[in-house]
């Protein structure tokens, strides 16, 4: 790799390496930083422009290139507090007035990461989803009664500023998943879970899955799996990962043009292709010109169980407010209350 580095016109920068899985504070890269490298989402693709990345998260010198660097030559750490380099939030707005409740999204996010299938899918103590649809109604006899469908794929909590703050990253003893301050996005590292669980615990909204099995398909069924999103052995706790290994995909095309920005409809996930009501829009969130940074703005947007402080990601617009209100129906939150529909 190295080899082919220098050919391509980079001049890596790599300090001694020392066996230790427990990050040091002075420049350079632990084992584990390595396993973070090697492990991150699980997924086998990754560009030498991630590699570089990756490797600067445990604090040390990336690599420099010999003209314009990509990242001005510093680390990440020092790019997010001087502004030289490009962070994001992604999240997604999901209209609940749109949603039919067909059940698209789903299919799309098992067929896009390799989530295996029971011979009775719909026994949930089995079924293996990252995405769910939830059908809630407003409690009253027809011909008042009304229905409306909440797809919930995993909220990607931000806390209050510090990812010490998203409950599943502050439980898990073996940093098996991690708040990227760089895209916003909860990642699950496979390869580190033990299968304690802590983060299913932590976890309010119930995004999280054990696999109690070792994954399998109906014979022939194995050649429509994803070879960019890594099968998950039994043992180890999986989540929705905003398809992150599209977001990999995004950044090597802008990497080989060069270019930093990456571009909207670069990077979507399985979920919001699918939807044919075109029900949820995803992007950057704090970037004026995508338009989730717009439909968050909306008095009808409104995110689940919001009093708990664990700020995520995911929006969800409705002019109904019997809808609003079933949001934070654990904690009986009164915000919405008042809000006209």
Same mark, same amino acid.
């Given at each position: 790799?190295? &080899?082919?580095?220098?050919?391509?016109?980079?001049?890596?920068?790599?300090?001694?390496?020392?066996?230790?899985?427990?990050?040091? $504070?002075?420049?350079?890269?632990?084992? %584990?930083? =390595?396993?973070?490298?090697?492990?991150?989402?699980?997924?086998?693709?990754?560009?030498?422009?991630?590699?570089?990345?990756?490797?600067?998260?445990?604090?040390? $010198?990336?690599?420099? &290139?010999?003209?314009?660097?990509?990242?001005?030559?510093?680390?990440?750490?020092?790019? *997010?507090?001087?502004?030289?380099?490009?962070?994001?939030?992604?999240?997604?707005?999901?209209?609940?007035?749109?949603?039919?409740?067909?059940?698209?999204?789903?299919?799309?996010?098992?067929?896009?990461?390799?989530?295996?299938? &029971?011979?009775?899918?719909?026994?949930?103590?089995?079924?293996?989803?990252?995405?769910?649809? /939830?059908?809630?109604?407003?409690?009253?006899?027809?011909?008042?009664?009304?229905?409306?469908? =909440?797809?919930?794929?995993?909220? *990607?909590?931000?806390?209050?500023?510090? @990812?010490?703050?998203?409950? %599943?990253?502050?439980? %898990?003893?073996?940093?098996?998943?991690?708040?990227? @301050?760089?895209?916003?996005?909860?990642?699950?590292? /496979?390869?580190?879970?033990?299968? %304690?669980?802590?983060?299913?615990?932590?976890?309010?909204? *119930?995004?999280?899955?054990?696999?109690?099995?070792?994954?399998?398909? $109906?014979?022939?069924?194995?050649?429509?799996?994803?070879?960019?999103?890594?099968?998950?052995?039994?043992?180890?706790?999986?989540?929705?990962?905003?398809?992150?290994? &599209?977001?990999?995909?995004?950044?090597?095309?802008?990497?080989?043009?060069?270019?930093?920005?990456?571009?909207?409809?670069?990077?979507?996930?399985?979920?919001?292709?699918?939807?044919?009501?075109?029900? =949820?829009?995803?992007?950057?969130?704090?970037?004026?010109?995508?338009?989730? /940074?717009?439909?968050?703005?909306?008095? /009808?947007?409104?995110?689940?169980?919001?009093?708990?402080?664990?700020?995520?990601?995911?929006?969800?617009?409705?002019?109904?407010?019997?809808?609003?209100?079933?949001?934070?129906?654990?904690?009986?939150?009164?915000?919405?209350?008042?809000?006209?529909?």
């Amino acid at each position: 790799m190295l &080899r082919n580095a220098r050919q391509a016109g980079l001049e890596p920068i790599i300090p001694s390496f020392q066996y230790s899985i427990i990050p040091w $504070p002075r420049p350079g890269f632990s084992l %584990c930083g =390595i396993l973070h490298l090697l492990s991150h989402q699980g997924g086998p693709g990754f560009s030498f422009g991630g590699i570089v990345q990756l490797l600067s998260r445990q604090g040390g $010198p990336i690599a420099k &290139r010999s003209e314009a660097s990509f990242y001005e030559g510093v680390t990440m750490k020092e790019a *997010h507090h001087k502004g030289h380099g490009k962070t994001y939030k992604y999240g997604m707005v999901v209209d609940l007035d749109k949603c039919t409740g067909c059940g698209a999204c789903m299919v799309a996010c098992m067929a896009e990461n390799n989530l295996p299938f &029971r011979k009775d899918n719909s026994d949930r103590l089995r079924s293996s989803l990252w995405m769910r649809v /939830y059908k809630i109604s407003n409690g009253l006899p027809f011909p008042d009664m009304e229905i409306s469908y =909440i797809p919930r794929p995993c909220q *990607h909590c931000e806390g209050h500023g510090h @990812h010490a703050a998203t409950p %599943c990253v502050s439980v %898990c003893p073996a940093c098996a998943t991690d708040y990227s @301050h760089e895209t916003g996005i909860v990642s699950q590292i /496979y390869t580190r879970c033990f299968g %304690c669980r802590y983060c299913m615990a932590a976890c309010p909204y *119930h995004v999280r899955i054990f696999n109690w099995w070792d994954p399998t398909w $109906p014979k022939g069924m194995e050649k429509y799996l994803n070879p960019d999103v890594s099968v998950r052995m039994r043992g180890v706790v999986e989540k929705c990962s905003f398809c992150y290994h &599209r977001l990999q995909r995004a950044r090597n095309k802008a990497y080989a043009e060069g270019r930093r920005e990456i571009h909207e409809d670069e990077y979507q996930t399985a979920c919001t292709q699918a939807c044919p009501a075109g029900a =949820i829009t995803f992007g950057d969130l704090d970037n004026p010109e995508h338009k989730v /940074y717009e439909l968050k703005k909306s008095r /009808y947007a409104f995110r689940l169980l919001e009093e708990l402080g664990t700020n995520p990601k995911v929006y969800y617009v409705s002019t109904r407010d019997w809808v609003r209100k079933a949001g934070d129906v654990y904690t009986g939150k009164k915000g919405n209350d008042v809000m006209p529909a």
